[in-house]
Each structure stands twice: as C-alpha cells, then as structure tokens.
C-alpha cells in the first residue's frame, strides 16, 4: 500500500490528507462472454473481484449489446481479434502488472480465451462450461455454422493436434479452473475432458462440477454458486500472486 501526505486549499484555506492507494503494479482480469450474451453477465462478478485490488474490464463481442457489426456477420477471426483488442486494452492500463493477468471466459467466451493464449501472456485462466469447434470453417460466420455437425463434433473427445483451441491450452503454463455445468444440454462431458486432458502443462488445474446446473445457469442458486467457486479461486490466485512479488 502506498501512503502520500496531501494538501488541499478551499477558499483559502489548507486542508491536510492523506492518500493511500494500492501497490503498482496489480493484477487485471478480462471477462469474455458467451454466444448471445453482454457484458452485463459478468459485471457483478468483475466487481468482485475489484474489490480484491484488481483491474477488471468487461466488454460486449461484436454482434452483441452495444458493439458494432451484424452477429450473422461474425466470425471466429473476428472474436479472437475483439478479445486480443479488448486484453491489449486492460494491459495498457497504468497499474496493471503485465505478469499477472487473468481471463474468464463463457461457452464461447471460453473457447476464444483459449485461443487468447496463443499469443497473448495469460497468467491465470478460468473456463465455465468451455465451448468447442472443429478447426474447419474458420472464416465462415459463427452464426452460420453447421449445428449438426458442431454437436457432433462434441460428443468425442479431441486431442490438441486436432484442434487449435485444445493445442492452445497444451502449451498453456499458468493456473487453470474448469466449471461444468451437472446438466448441461450444450457442452457434453467429452469437451470438458478434451480441455481437461489438454492441459498438461499447468501450474495448477481445478475442476468443478455444479451439479443439475444448466449450461446458461438459469437458477439463481446454481449462480451464486458459480460466484463463490469463481471469487474464492481467484482470490487464492491473487494472494499467491502478491506474495511473490513482495
């Protein structure tokens, strides 16, 4: 904590302070989320998270809430370019320590984050219910791919050579959390041990299953649930994070 005398003059007169703000450099947090959602998801939690000392930024991708460009228009190119824009952005901010930050990604939301790691320095990486696509149809717009297929393609598990995304996260170094959703009629279990086994290389790896959960988490109970699994996680993370800079 930095501690500064200061001085303030009001009609003349001299009013004595003090400031204390938090030690630079902190952590930042990036939220991402899923197909069809805004921002508006993630600001409570990146609230929280605020609250532990940390720089957070929330966005909309583009086709959705208030950014711009059609979503039928969309491509995957296209979010993985708004989420580096959107990272670039938070690690441009004066008291960010460029080691030490962090992305929460959604469904889609997470499958970008993974990719983000590919050429981004992510130091922390948490993933509820982590969607997955083949690499085919790269530039096709997201909203236009083939469902059928997409679907299938979940219902086995892939290896990272098969896939850029799980390839991302097998050469990921930093800390990882998984959240599954118990009953989760978009995301089956084989994408969720594809990511998981993909990850060999982590510092550390957590994997929580929300059980009867839907994949949007539509129960408030499931909600707060998530919440808590989420801020203690990176509260942990963060706290270990400052004591190594120390």
């Not at 809430?65 to 979503?71: F, I, K, L, P, Y």
């Not at 939301?109 to 696509?133: C, H, I, K, N």
Request: charged share 25%.
């Amino acid at each position: 904590m930095q501690e500064g005398r200061v001085e303030l003059a009001v009609e003349g007169q001299k009013l004595a302070g003090t400031l204390l703000k938090p030690d630079a450099p902190v952590p930042g947090f990036l939220f991402v989320h899923g197909w069809g959602g805004d921002q508006e998801e993630d600001l409570g939690h990146a609230e929280e998270i605020a609250r532990l000392g940390c720089v957070c930024f929330t966005f909309d991708l583009r086709g959705h809430a208030g950014s711009d460009a059609g979503r039928e228009e969309v491509t995957r190119q296209d979010g993985l370019n708004d989420v580096r824009t959107a990272y670039d952005f938070l690690a441009s901010q004066p008291l960010i320590n460029g080691d030490a930050i962090g992305v929460i990604g959604t469904s889609y939301g997470g499958y970008l984050s993974a990719l983000l790691t590919q050429d981004r320095p992510v130091r922390w990486l948490a993933l509820r219910v982590p969607a997955l696509y083949p690499d085919a149809d790269w530039d096709t717009p997201k909203a236009l791919l083939n469902k059928d297929g997409v679907r299938a393609y979940r219902e086995h598990i892939r290896a990272p050579g098969d896939n850029r995304a799980l390839a991302a996260c097998e050469a990921f170094e930093g800390d990882v959390l998984i959240v599954e959703s118990g009953a989760d009629d978009r995301i089956p279990t084989e994408v969720i041990l594809s990511y998981q086994a993909a990850f060999k290389r982590a510092s550390s790896f957590t994997h929580r299953i929300i059980p009867g959960a839907s994949h949007a988490l539509r129960d408030p109970a499931d909600q707060r649930v998530y919440a808590t699994i989420l801020i203690n996680w990176l509260e942990e993370m963060v706290r270990a994070s400052r004591r190594s800079y120390r």
